[in-house]
T-cell receptor, first 112, second 112 residues
C-alpha cells in the first residue's frame, strides 16, 4: 500500500464548481506539498504545508497533522485549472535530503 | 531565466547505449534531486544530493549515476540503457528545509 493516498483519482466538474482533492498519508511527515502537473508535463509546486492552512488566489490547502490528512480546494474552478494535482510528503529520519514521496495524483478536468 | 533547466527535453536512443541528462539550477538551492515518472505518471525519487552527500534510492539500478561538479549542477548518467528505462526524468531543487521546491521541465527518454 502506498504511503500517500489521494482521492479521487479522476474528477470532472463544471466551470465554477468548488473542487476538493484529498490526501491521506500513513507515516509521520515534516511537510506536505501540493503539486500541479499540466498536460504539457511541467510540475509546479503550489503549496508547502507543515500545519494549518494556506491560501493563494483561488487555491486553498489545509493539513491536519493529527489525522494525517490534507485537502486542496479550488474555488470558482476554471478550465485552465485542468491538470493533475499531486500530493507529496517529506518523511523525516530517512537519512539526509531524501526527497518527496508522492501520491498517484488526481486528474482534474473542468468543463466550460 | 529558467530556474531549473534540464537538457535535452527529448532523448531517443537504442538499447545498450550510454546517455546523460544535464541539470542546472540558478536559485542558490542547497539540494538537488532526480525523479522518475513512469508510464502511469507515478513519480518516484531516484537521488538527492546535498553538500556533497548523495542519497540513493535503493531501488535504482547502479547503471544510473548522478554527478555533481558543483552545487548548481546535478547530471544524470545512464549506462547500458534498457527498454524499461523509458520514462520522463525530472530534476528538481530546494532549499535545505524543503522550501522553494522547483522542478525542471522534464526529459522524456525513449529507449528503442
Amino acid at each position: 500500500k502506498n504511503e500517500v493516498e489521494q482521492s479521487p483519482q479522476n474528477l470532472t466538474a463544471q466551470e465554477g464548481e468548488f473542487i476538493t482533492i484529498n490526501c491521506s498519508y500513513s507515516v509521520g511527515i515534516s511537510a506536505l506539498h501540493w503539486l500541479q502537473q499540466h498536460p504539457g508535463g511541467g510540475i509546479v509546486s503550489l503549496f508547502m504545508l507543515s500545519s494549518g492552512k494556506k491560501k493563494h488566489g483561488r487555491l486553498i490547502a489545509t493539513i491536519n497533522i493529527q489525522e494525517k490528512h490534507s485537502s486542496l480546494h479550488i474555488t470558482a474552478s476554471h478550465p485552465r485549472d485542468s491538470a493533475v494535482y499531486i500530493c507529496a510528503v517529506v518523511i523525516p529520519n530517512r537519512g539526509g535530503a531524501d526527497g518527496l514521496t508522492f501520491g498517484k495524483g488526481t486528474h482534474l478536468i473542468i468543463q466550460p | 531565466d529558467t530556474a531549473v533547466s534540464q537538457t535535452p527535453k527529448y532523448l531517443v536512443t537504442q538499447m545498450g547505449n550510454d546517455k546523460s541528462i544535464k541539470c542546472e539550477q540558478n536559485l542558490g538551492h542547497d539540494t538537488m534531486y532526480w525523479y522518475k515518472q513512469d508510464s502511469k505518471k507515478f513519480l518516484k525519487i531516484m537521488f538527492s544530493y546535498n553538500n556533497k552527500e548523495l542519497i540513493i534510492n535503493e531501488t535504482v539500478p547502479n547503471r544510473f549515476s548522478p554527478k555533481s561538479p558543483d552545487k548548481a549542477h546535478l547530471n544524470l548518467h545512464i549506462n547500458s540503457l534498457e527498454l524499461g528505462d523509458s520514462a520522463v526524468y525530472f530534476c528538481a531543487s530546494s532549499q535545505a528545509d524543503n522550501y522553494g521546491y522547483t522542478f525542471g521541465s522534464g526529459t522524456r527518454l525513449t529507449v528503442v
